[in-house]
């Protein structure tokens, strides 16, 4: 079975600086899809950013990143310029690419802080 | 276009009850899955419906039961309550195939609260 881990409960980040956070994987299968989710406080869970694992371009998604090292099965994410909008819970999701599921499978949460 | 549309957004029961809670999926898709959130376990995969059909279950007692109707919509139903089962109940709409890139939309969740 899939698994995800998040090595990192909270972060803290000042305004405008940068922060990455940190995901590792667990799978035997060589096609699947990552994600990262960001759920606001009392506000529902939306995508970051996606990440197909046959791609070998790491994905950017304006000041979000990531760093995708699919042999280390490590999956970072990386946000550039933070804004107080950006603290929230950050998750990091697995997916398998075989068609018939939709599960997700995520690691436990970075709660990201944005001091002004 | 609608998002996904949880409700109750917000409910209280006691052991040994039941509830039912209700998604609306994003117009047009057809695969609904739900999530039970808690600060201990975090996210975990309960079950996932495709044209009405469970498609996956995750590892959740026999208490846990949904369903989807052909519109779309899907329920899911905890039987004697329990403690426990306290959590926020996410569920999240998609569509399945290929070139889909396998986003899941997520509504905003049932906070089910259990004394």
């Known amino acids: 079975a899939q698994t995800v881990t998040q090595s990192q409960p909270e972060m803290s980040v000042q305004e405008a600086e940068t922060v990455t956070l940190s995901c590792t994987y667990d799978t035997s299968e060589s096609d699947y899809y990552l994600f990262w989710y960001k759920q606001p406080p009392s506000r529902q869970m939306i995508l970051v950013i996606r990440q197909e694992a046959y791609k070998q371009q790491n994905a950017t998604e304006n000041r979000f990143s990531v760093n995708f090292q699919k042999a280390a099965k490590s999956f970072s994410l990386k946000i550039s310029d933070s804004q107080l909008g950006d603290a929230a819970m950050y998750f990091c999701a697995y997916r398998t690419y075989q068609g018939g599921s939709e599960k997700l499978v995520f690691g436990k949460g970075t709660k990201l802080t944005v001091n002004p | 276009k609608a998002g996904v549309t949880q409700t109750p957004r917000y409910l209280i029961k006691t052991r040994g009850q039941q509830v039912t809670l209700s998604c609306s999926p994003i117009?047009?898709?057809?695969?609904v899955s739900w999530y039970q959130q808690t600060p201990g376990q975090g996210l975990q995969f309960l079950f996932e419906?495709?044209?009405?059909?469970?498609?996956n279950k995750g590892n959740f007692p026999g208490r846990f039961s949904g369903r989807q109707f052909s519109n779309s919509r899907s329920e899911m139903n905890v039987s004697t309550l329990e403690l426990g089962d306290s959590a926020l109940y996410l569920c999240a709409s998609s569509f399945p195939g290929l070139g889909s890139a396998g986003e899941l939309f997520f509504g905003e969740g049932s906070r089910l609260t259990v004394l």
């Open positions: 117009s047009g898709h057809r695969s």
């Open positions: 419906y495709f044209s009405e059909t469970q498609r």
